[in-house]
């Protein structure tokens, strides 16, 4: 993906010494430092698997901001306050106020018009100071209460509204606010309604095939082992967009109608959608290889689509109620 930004602002919430600092003016986003600074950012964010998919209440305070902002480009350093009077108002009432700074920007994400909301938490690091005593020079290590995360690290609360359709995508923290359990982005700053997230979904399918494969005396490997062959299927075909959870039901269950439907009254119990999207690290995961390990400590990682081939590798059921795995056909073996 490709981010690139029109304009951004900072904003100083310091919850922890109720501190507020909101900006006048934007950052220069013409430095090479703080471009890169907010784009990596973003682009390491932007397709997390755990990322929510949210839609506007009608009463949404932002969206009427977003609408003023479609309306002149002058209000947005005005939209950008309105943001950050939000979280700091939802976090200086939490059980657990924090330190941050806040991004706000609007930027051009895989060609489409997004406003980004970024909450950078504050750590404490350490730095040097240079310092004089008796005309002689002291190199001391301080503290340091503001630091912002590094690039390399996954912000852990943000949100991207899509400007043309406000299509909304987030990721937020439980709090108690007012002694109720709140979703800072998604019930204080955004006012929105929301799905749960690819991961979320996925691994309620995962978990919800194992449940319904062993209550029904099923094999569990062979259940997962098959998703993961739908998956590996569906990337064959280029169709990584998504999965489709009555597919999942049809593949893993095949010829077992009651466990089949058991699967998807689940489903919807748990308000898995019918299409589950997926990006590209959700994917690689469920293609992954089968890990099974053993009560005596033995690992064995193998290719999904082995599982059911007896060319490749066996699962024989003794009569002891032991079982034995046998592996065929090797070729040469390799100690690493």
């Known amino acids: 993906m490709i981010a690139s930004l029109k ?16 900006s006048d003016n934007e950052l220069d986003i013409t430095d090479a430092s703080i471009n ?41 350093i005005t939209l950008s306050k309105a943001v950050a009077e939000r979280m700091y108002e939802g976090i200086s009432q939490s059980d657990k106020p924090d330190a941050s700074d806040l991004i706000i920007c609007d930027c051009i994400i895989n060609d489409r018009p997004v406003i980004a909301v970024l909450k950078c938490d504050n750590k404490i690091g350490y730095t040097h100071q240079v310092m004089q005593e008796e005309g002689k020079v002291k190199n001391q290590i301080i503290n340091h209460y503001a630091i912002l995360p590094t690039t390399s690290q996954k912000i852990s609360e943000c949100a991207f509204i899509n400007t043309d359709d406000y299509t909304i995508k987030y990721k937020s923290k439980k ?7 709140t979703d800072l982005i998604a019930d204080v700053l955004l006012e929105c309604v929301y799905d749960i997230s690819s991961r979320e979904s ?26 993961k062959e739908y998956v590996v ?17 049809e593949k893993i269950f095949d010829g077992k109608p009651a466990m089949r439907d058991e699967f998807m009254e689940q489903i919807e119990k748990a308000n898995v959608p019918q299409r589950v999207e997926v990006n590209s690290y959700v994917t690689k995961k469920l293609a992954s290889n089968v890990k ?19 060319e490749y590798i066996e699962f024989i059921n003794n009569e002891d109620g032991t079982i034995s795995i046998q592996i065929n056909n090797i070729g040469e073996l390799i100690n690493k």
């Not at 709090?175 to 359990?181: H, Q, W």
């Not at 099974?292 to 690992?299: A, H, K, P, Q, Y």
Request: aromatic share 8%; hydrophobic share 35%; with cysteine.
């Open 7 to 22: 304009r951004a602002i900072l904003h100083i919430l310091d919850c922890n010494s109720g501190v507020k600092v909101l």
């Open 36 to 76: 890169s600074f907010i784009t990596k950012h973003i682009e390491r964010v932007f397709e997390d698997a755990s990322l929510r998919n949210g839609e506007f209440s009608e009463s949404s305070g932002l969206k009427y901001h977003l609408g003023e902002y479609k309306q002149s480009e002058d209000y947005f």
């Open 175 to 181: 709090r108690k606010i007012d002694g109720e359990t």
């Open 202 to 227: 996925v691994n309620a399918v995962k978990k919800i095939a194992k449940k319904v494969t062993e209550e029904n005396g099923g094999d569990s490997i062979e259940t997962l082992s098959k998703m």
């Open 233 to 249: 299927e569906s990337v064959e075909e280029g169709d990584t967009e998504y999965i489709e959870t009555q597919k999942v039901a």
């Open 292 to 310: 099974l390990v053993t009560d005596i400590g033995i690992e064995l990682v193998f290719p999904a689509e082995y599982y059911q081939n007896s």
